[in-house]
């Protein structure tokens, strides 16, 4: 049997590494380490390391792969094959030299499209009618190695980054359990990537959460969608930070940011053409709320502009 070492470390990697588990031996798992999360602060494991542990397989959380002591273990356990699907870190060139099969990866965009961490954000912030997963040989260069099999799915206007991250995990499963017998046989098709197509999605940080309405309604239904449940959107509104979890097209015209509607079916945001209405808001120090609920009683909302 194919001897394996998985890494993954979101919740987009675990049922990849229960499917690869179920059929070839997972010698061991190599996630990142524990953090703290919420407002006190609870150390918590990433998803993979709570699969890994209740199969029942060894894991490895070396902050620092390169250098590290689990990077000697990993080298001396002699695997096969290692499968990487979202895992965080570049592997160092002498563990990519380490498995005979080599080491593949499980990515979840049409390479040579959105090499890097956020190519779910970025295929729906970017307004993309496609994207899928592909399985490809990793290199040194950051999600640059030939792709050895691709499948693409359509997103559809109702997605957002939850619904499209759940469709694409799954599609990872099937499309790498078709592709390992090729892989370990040694027949599978490897095809390197075109440069001249490469474009990059780099992690989301805090500027790129700043939603602003100076933009056509279309794009800003896309930021929000694709911002959203994490890590969510935002702009400001009575000088304090509200947060966009949901969204849908309007009517409507007028300055940017205009609030020109707010009833129990949502605030009615004008853009730079056409308008957007919120449908499920954040107020600052609160809970996610219906947006109507949080119009209810607020007569002074229409005619206020956010970021205004």
Same mark, same amino acid.
């Given at each position: 049997?194919?001897?394996?070492?998985?890494?993954?470390?979101?919740?987009?990697?675990s049922?990849?590494?229960?499917?690869?588990?179920?059929q070839?031996?997972?010698?061991?798992?190599?996630?990142?380490?524990?953090?703290?999360?919420?407002?006190?602060?609870v150390m918590?494991?990433?998803?993979?390391k709570v699969?890994?542990?209740?199969?029942?397989?060894?894991?490895?959380?070396?902050?620092?792969?390169?250098?590290s002591?689990?990077? %000697?273990?990993?080298?001396?356990?002699?695997?096969d094959?290692?499968?990487?699907?979202a895992?965080?870190?570049?592997l160092?060139?002498v563990?990519?030299n380490?498995?005979?099969? /080599?080491?593949?990866?499980?990515?979840?965009?049409?390479?040579?499209?959105? %090499?890097?961490?956020?190519?779910?954000?970025?295929?729906?912030?970017?307004?993309?009618?496609?994207?899928?997963?592909?399985?490809?040989?990793?290199?040194?260069?950051?999600?640059?190695?030939?792709?050895?099999?691709?499948?693409?799915?359509?997103?559809?206007?109702?997605?957002?980054?939850?619904?499209?991250?759940?469709?694409?995990?799954?599609? /990872?499963?099937?499309?790498?359990?078709?592709?390992?017998?090729?892989?370990?046989?040694?027949?599978?098709?490897?095809?390197?990537?075109?440069?001249?197509?490469v474009?990059?999605?780099?992690?989301?940080?805090r500027?790129?959460?700043?939603?602003?309405?100076? %933009?056509?309604?279309?794009?800003?239904h896309?930021?929000?969608?694709?911002?959203?449940?994490?890590?969510?959107?935002?702009a400001k509104?009575?000088?304090?930070n509200?947060?966009?979890?949901s969204?849908?097209?309007a009517? /409507?015209?007028?300055?940017?940011?205009?609030?020109?509607?707010?009833?129990?079916?949502?605030?009615?945001?004008?853009?730079?053409?056409?308008?957007?209405?919120?449908?499920?808001?954040?107020?600052?120090?609160k809970?996610?709320?219906?947006a109507?609920d949080?119009a209810?009683?607020?007569?002074d909302?229409?005619?206020?502009?956010f970021? /205004?």
């Open positions: 049997m194919t001897r394996i070492i998985f890494m993954g470390t979101p919740d987009f990697s049922p990849i590494l229960e499917a690869v588990a179920e070839s031996e997972v010698i061991a798992v190599v996630t990142q380490p524990d953090k703290p999360v919420g407002r006190k602060k918590t494991p990433p998803p993979v699969t890994a542990e209740r199969l029942g397989i060894e894991v490895l959380q070396p902050v620092k792969l390169s250098g002591d689990e990077l %000697r273990h990993m080298i001396e356990l002699k695997p094959l290692i499968i990487t699907a895992y965080g870190q570049l160092p060139e563990l990519l380490t498995p005979e099969l /080599g080491c593949i990866n499980v990515h979840a965009s049409l390479l040579p499209k959105y %090499r890097g961490g956020a190519p779910i954000h970025y295929a729906i912030i970017n307004g993309e009618s496609e994207t899928g997963v592909s399985i490809m040989y990793m290199a040194k260069k950051l999600d640059a190695g030939d792709v050895i099999s691709q499948r693409a799915i359509p997103i559809e206007q109702h997605d957002n980054v939850g619904s499209l991250h759940d469709k694409l995990s799954a599609l /990872g499963v099937t499309l790498l359990l078709e592709t390992l017998p090729s892989i370990i046989d040694g027949t599978n098709a490897r095809t390197p990537q075109d440069e001249a197509h474009s990059f999605a780099s992690n989301i940080n500027q790129d959460e700043w939603v602003t309405f100076d %933009r056509p309604a279309s794009v800003v896309n930021h929000i969608r694709g911002l959203s449940p994490w890590p969510v959107g935002y509104l009575y000088g304090q509200m947060k966009f979890w969204a849908e097209r009517e /409507g015209q007028g300055k940017p940011g205009e609030i020109l509607a707010a009833d129990k079916e949502g605030i009615v945001v004008a853009a730079s053409e056409g308008a957007i209405r919120l449908t499920e808001v954040q107020p600052a120090g809970k996610k709320m219906n109507g949080f209810a009683g607020r007569k909302l229409k005619g206020m502009v970021n /205004g």
